[in-house]
Structure formats: C-alpha cells, structure tokens
C-alpha cells in the first residue's frame, strides 16, 4: 500500500554525520525525525540498570523478559524510557558498547524493528541508522548511504564526545569505532551494509551542508520523475 508521504532511510556507521543531517533534513521537510541508535541506546540502558550482560548464558531470555516491560516513546529530540527522560544518558561510551553488543541478538532486533515499523506506517519520516534501507523499510522511497575515512570519523567523533565533557583520547575513539565497524558489519542479523537502491555520499571533504544539498537534489529529483 502506497504511503501518504516518503519514508527516507540515511544509513552510514559511525562518525559520518547521520543524525546531524537527517535531523537537518527531517526540519526542512516537516517530517519526523527517528535516530534508531538512541532507540539501541535506551535498551542498553536498561539492561546495564538491570544488571544484563551478552556473557550471561540466558541473556536472549533475559532480554526478552526485559523487552517485554519496556516502553521506548521518542518526545523530539528526547528518548523517554518506561516514563523517564534518559537522553543524557545514551552519550555515554559504556552505554554505546553495550547497545552495539545487544543490537546482535535477534530479539533486540525483532522487536526495534517492529516499533521502527509502526512509527512509518503513514511515512513523512527521516529514520537514520545501520539497518534501515536494507532490513527495516527496504520499499523506502529514498535511501541514502552516508560514508566517510576512518580517521574522519574518529575525529568527528571524539569531538562530539570531548564537547560533552566525555574523558576520552583520539585512539580510544578510533580504537572503538573499529570494533563497532568489525561487529556491525559482521553481524548475522541485518549487518551494516549499503542497499543496492541506495545513494552513496562520502562525507569526508563535505560539509553538512553540502550533503544536505546532495540528499534534496536528489529527493527532488525523484520526485519529478515520479511526477512525470
């Protein structure tokens, strides 16, 4: 069934600017804007509350348990957890190794599938992630790959985090976006990888303004084409 209007789906790892411009570009439209991430994030956030690790024997049934009591609910740019603001919580390192770790179990990524699904139903959404034009609205309208160098990335990074007052170094950084990257697109369940349909950005010499530009000319020219 044809949607009322687009779902655009921007995946990319680490580092490339994703959140940024589809939160740029979400405003623009009018849209909705779904950082699937800091959906990863709040999951992380309560299994560390709970005491859940992935070492745990039964952690696949531990996490089905907590799944099941949570309520995830996106206010703006605010992730609300059964009821409570956590968002300043999801910066945190700790809290980004363990949904990276988390997001490999099938029924994490089941069940933020089925909620990232309900929120586009009607579309006029920007959803970013890893997995968003491959897994979880593969018939999106528009999909983008945003990608940049390595150590790019690992800048940009580590001054996200130094900026929110974070203790990190630049190797610490670049050290644990290497790993995300080995477990992200080595996964079994829905690795990070670009859609075939998808159109591919590198943002290393670009700025956000400049891939913004990019992803509405091409926005537009699709929706000419279809026009036609």
């Known amino acids: 069934m044809k949607r009322p209007r687009p779902i655009i789906a921007i995946d990319g790892p680490v580092g490339v600017g994703k959140s940024t411009v589809a939160r740029a570009l979400a405003r623009e439209l009018g849209f909705r804007y779904v950082n699937t991430g800091a959906m990863y994030r709040a999951v992380a956030v309560a299994a560390r509350e709970r005491g859940l690790s992935p070492e745990q024997p039964d952690i696949e049934a531990r996490l089905k348990e907590l799944l099941d009591s949570l309520t995830i609910a996106l206010e703006g740019e605010r992730i609300v957890l ?136 091409r926005i537009k020219m699709g929706q000419d084409a279809r026009a036609r």
């Open 82 to 217: 059964d009821g409570r603001d956590v968002t300043p919580m999801l910066a945190e390192p700790e809290i980004g190794e363990l949904a990276s770790r988390l997001s490999t179990f099938a029924v994490v990524r089941q069940r933020m599938r089925e909620l990232q699904q309900a929120m586009g139903r009607d579309g006029g959404l920007v959803m970013e992630g890893r997995d968003i034009g491959t897994a979880v609205f593969p018939d999106a309208e528009f999909k983008f790959y945003l990608d940049a160098e390595v150590e790019v990335r690992a800048q940009r990074r580590f001054a996200e985090l130094a900026a929110k007052g974070l203790p990190v170094t630049r190797e610490q950084v670049l050290a644990q976006l290497l790993e995300r990257d080995r477990r992200d697109s080595s996964r079994e369940l829905a690795p990070l990888r670009c859609a075939d349909d998808a159109f591919v950005i590198d943002s290393s010499r670009f700025t956000v303004a400049q891939v913004l530009a990019q992803i509405q000319s």
